[in-house]
């Protein structure tokens, strides 16, 4: 498993792996008097060089592929079947992915999750599957993670960031009892780069269950910027300089 360099996506055993695409938010945007046609599209675009780029035979998307919640709209089955003419597509379904069934070109999986080649996919906002909790990592949408980080001159800006979190055995042990007790969760970047939020270790309600219940420490998760940069423990970054 490897994290891509400047780009919210892994590549493992042959499988480019992104969550939270969220195609099809142009309608919203227009609501907000934003006007851009193509930006699906672009999002699109950038997809399939990465597959490309990296030889990959098989997409992962772990959830929020679209963003409206309860129907398949016209420009993420576009999307969609223009992907799968590129690779085999695999979908776990996340919460806004009501009616995904539909596109009739990629394989569904629920909300608990899969396994690919030894790594535990979720998309985050239900129980992962007990198999995935055997895996040495456990690799999660849902929360688009951001770190909040101020320059030399005081200026603040928030950018995508990886999560890597350790568990708490005893928690894990009491939901899961034959889960790997070294497991480690990773909290992925969005894909969809207008999509995201600050993570502050304080503040974990709306995680999904594992990080809701405790089974994995927030506190102490490893922050990495995009270029692989290592910024420290989650619950020091209150004063991070870049």
């Known amino acids: ?6 780009a919210p996506a892994i590549m493992h ?19 907000k008097g934003i006007f851009d046609e193509q930006f699906s599209m672009r999002l699109f675009e950038r997809l399939r060089e990465l597959i490309i780029a990296h030889k990959a035979k098989k997409l992962i998307l772990l959830g929020d592929v679209k963003e409206d919640i309860t129907m398949l ?14 690779c085999e597509v695999v979908i776990v379904k996340g919460n806004h992915d ?14 608990e999750g899969f396994v690919h080649e030894g790594l535990g996919l979720i998309h985050g906002h239900g129980w ?18 951001m770190v909040e980080l101020r320059d030399a001159f005081g200026k603040r800006r928030r950018e995508a960031a990886w ?12 939901k899961y009892g034959d ?26 309600e709306r995680l999904g269950p594992l990080l809701n219940n405790k089974l994995f420490k927030l506190d102490d998760a490893l922050v990495f910027r995009l270029s ?10 209150s004063e991070a300089t870049i």
């Open 228 to 237: 692989g940069t290592r910024l420290g423990k989650l619950k020091d970054l």
């Open 179 to 204: 889960a790997n007790d070294d497991i480690k969760l990773i909290l992925m970047p969005a894909f969809n780069p207008i999509v995201g939020s600050a993570i502050k270790y304080d503040e974990k």
């Open 1 to 6: 498993m490897r994290f891509l360099y400047n």
């Open 128 to 145: 992962p599957a007990q198999e995935l909790m055997r895996c040495e990592y456990i690799v999660s949408g849902h929360q688009h993670p």
């Open 73 to 86: 709209d016209a420009t993420t089955e576009q999307i969609l079947a223009k992907l799968a003419m590129v």
């Open 13 to 31: 055993k042959g499988a480019l792996i992104v969550g939270d695409t969220h195609f099809g938010m142009e309608s919203k945007l227009r609501r």
């Open 163 to 174: 999560l890597v979190a350790p568990c708490d055995r005893e928690a894990l042990r009491k």
């Open 98 to 111: 009501g009616g995904i069934e539909r596109c009739g070109n990629a394989l569904i999986i629920g909300a």
